[in-house]
């Protein structure tokens, strides 16, 4: 297809070349009718218009024809438009469930990474060629926006709450990474890079450690001593047995949890962390209000380790 804007970023993701594909298309279609649509204006306003007061005029209320035509054509345009973007959409919001989970962090301004092993890093991302990226997001002041435009995927980073986003890079090398949402005075310096790897360098980089480092516990290993420490355990067993609270054996991989009300919830991240932060705003069926509300006793820090470490059992 013929390609209006030539500046546009590396195709870097599974999904770039489809993305543009489509961002053509929409471009190509809006330039054609707008220049064909003025084009026909102007001509034919200037070709009939009245050329001396006692000209005649004819009146023409409508034509079926015509009108059905100018109906029917955009509507399937249209249609393929929404068509293509919705399966796209599907796409880009469906990780795969073999996907890497990086955790993100936002500040004014800077991005951290966590890693599965437990390895951070701050505003370089490394990923691993050909693996699926799922990014957990949130922020610990206002609002950020993560973007990264070679991978055609972009996301708004929230505090009190996980975004999500995921993609699946193709191209070996560095890209950028911007903040794309206006956060303050140092917004423009919020910058990043992906850094896509072979699969032997990421398991190098996620082991790489400077000597003298203290014992790195992985995200999981830490939600662990959590779930002792802050004493979920008197409540919550590992062995599937109900006691005062729901097991927490096979709880993300149950997927769904019935409320006392009867809605049923999907279970996230977000539904873990407000059953920690806030256990009565949701409560599982078949349980009493009994469990104590973490707001303010857990950091954000403890609230990942103790999700990661949810997701093993
Ligand atoms: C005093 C007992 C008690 C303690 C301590 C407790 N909980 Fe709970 N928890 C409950 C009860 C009861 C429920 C079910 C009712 C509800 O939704 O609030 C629950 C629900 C949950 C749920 C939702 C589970 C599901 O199956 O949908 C999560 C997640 C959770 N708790 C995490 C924790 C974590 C993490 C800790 C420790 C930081 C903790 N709880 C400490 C009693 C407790
Ligand atoms: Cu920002």
Known sequence: ?????????????????????LNDLITNLSVFFTVTL?????????KYRKKSEDQEVAYITHNAMLETVWT????????????YGIISYKEMRTPPSSAIEINVDAYSWRWDFTYPGGKKSTNTLVVPLGQPIRLIMTSHDVIHSFFIPAMRVKEDVYQGNYSYLWFEPI???????FCAEYCGLQHSA????????????????LVDRKAGDAPQ??????????????????????????????????????????LADGTVVPIDENYIRES???????MVEGFSPIMPAFEGQLSEEDIANLIAYLKTL
């Open 1 to 21: 297809m013929f390609d209006l804007f030539t500046s546009m970023p590396e195709q870097a993701a599974t999904w770039s070349a489809d993305v543009d594909w």
């Open 38 to 46: 003025t084009g026909a204006m102007i001509y034919l306003g200037v």
């Open 72 to 83: 029917v054509v955009p509507t399937i345009i249209c249609a393929v438009m929404f068509v």
């Open 171 to 177: 191209k070996l090398g560095e890209f950028h990474i």
């Open 190 to 205: 919020m910058i990043g890079k992906v850094k896509v790897v072979t699969q032997e360098e990421y398991e190098d980089y």
């Open 276 to 282: 920690i932060l806030q256990p009565q705003a949701k």
């Open 217 to 258: 516990l992985s995200p999981a290993e830490a939600g662990k001593v959590l779930y002792t420490e802050k004493t979920c355990n008197t409540c919550h067993s590992l062995d599937g047995s109900q006691t005062l609270g729901p097991s927490f054996k096979g709880l993300f991989a149950s997927k769904e949890r019935k």
